[in-house]
């Protein structure tokens, strides 16, 4: 999915969600294509963590930007 795509998903969703959910977000922050890999990747990383998971551990998620995340941020500031 490109770019564009996915920032057009994005809002249909929103608008759609904003019909059933008041008070839902209202506008669709527009991605890079280096955020949207960003955010991938971090999905990637936490769905193989998972996977090596023995039955009844647990999986601890701290909330901490990814590297890849803070990159891309830090691009797109650059440019505004």
């Given at each position: ?25 209202a506008v ?53």
């Amino acid at each position: 999915m490109s770019e564009t795509e996915f920032n057009d998903h994005a809002e249909r969703y929103l608008a759609a969600r904003k019909s059933t959910k008041p008070g839902a977000l209202a506008v669709a922050p527009r991605l890079t294509q280096a955020e949207i890999e960003a955010v991938r990747g971090c999905r990637t990383d936490l769905l193989s963590r998972w996977a090596k998971l023995n039955p009844g551990e647990t999986l601890e998620l701290p909330f901490v930007e990814c590297d890849d995340a803070a990159a891309a941020r830090d691009a797109r500031d650059a440019r505004r």
